[in-house]
């Protein structure tokens, strides 16, 4: 129990800078080390109807009461940080421009990219689909850019299998932040001490389309990206 304590605290002090692991975008006959730190995404845990003024921010959009929970992954499904703060309507890109990751990441911290479903906005350090590949190598980066990101939604299904309280919190919003973070701490302990975890299929995605446009720069990195499979 003592080591187990001593995990808890070290980890949790570290969550949220935690960017060392890095992910990699894998081709279909070799791989390379593209420096892809991490996968981003965010999932909703349903909460009991809060109380307010402000119950109406907690509807997402599929008209339930949620909180927005945004987790970044490594190729372990490691959470490597969690923002849980946000309501359920709030939309994933506006959870992620108001991280304190974002802002480290714009200004250069950390060397590499994250991985983002279609929803962000393509940039300098976070990496997005092509809504529409022509080439082979367009077609061969959104391949890899799927299997590569895929850890983040596997991490996810870990999670709501580990901890059956992930599918219906019956508490405050503020008190389901609390838990999710503690239950992302477990789960990582858990990874770290490679136990057995349930075998689940990736949670599945909803149709999350961007706000926010894609900056210029961003393409032409994605485009470096994207010369690796030519």
């Given at each position: 129990m003592c080591f187990i304590k001593e995990d808890f605290y070290k980890i949790a002090g570290n969550m949220n800078y935690r960017l060392q692991k890095c992910v990699t975008l894998q081709q279909s006959q070799d791989t390379q080390d593209t420096h892809v730190i991490g996968a981003l995404d965010c999932t909703q845990i349903r909460i009991?109807?809060?109380?307010?003024?402000?119950e109406g921010d907690c509807v997402n959009r599929k008209s339930f009461h949620s909180i927005s929970v945004q987790m970044i992954s490594d190729a372990a499904c490691i959470i490597n940080n969690v923002e849980a703060k946000w309501p359920g309507s709030v939309h994933d890109s506006r959870v992620f421009r108001s991280n304190t990751i974002s802002q480290r990441l714009s200004q250069g911290e950390f060397s590499g990219v994250l991985l983002g479903d279609k929803g962000y906005a393509c940039e300098t350090y976070l990496l997005t689909p092509l809504a529409d590949p022509q080439t082979a190598a367009?077609?061969?980066?959104?391949?890899?850019?799927?299997r590569t990101r895929a850890r983040i939604e596997m991490g996810f299904g870990l999670l709501k299998s580990l901890f059956q309280c992930f599918h219906h919190m019956r508490v405050t919003p503020d008190r389901a932040c609390d838990i999710t973070v503690a239950c992302t701490v477990l789960h990582n302990i858990a990874c770290l001490r490679k136990e057995r975890g349930p075998a689940v299929a990736p949670e599945i995605e909803w149709d999350n389309a961007a706000i926010f446009p894609d900056d210029i720069n961003g393409r032409l990195v994605r485009d470096q990206y994207i010369n690796y499979f030519r």
């Open positions: 009991k109807r809060p109380s307010g003024a402000h367009q077609q061969g980066y959104n391949l890899a850019h799927t």
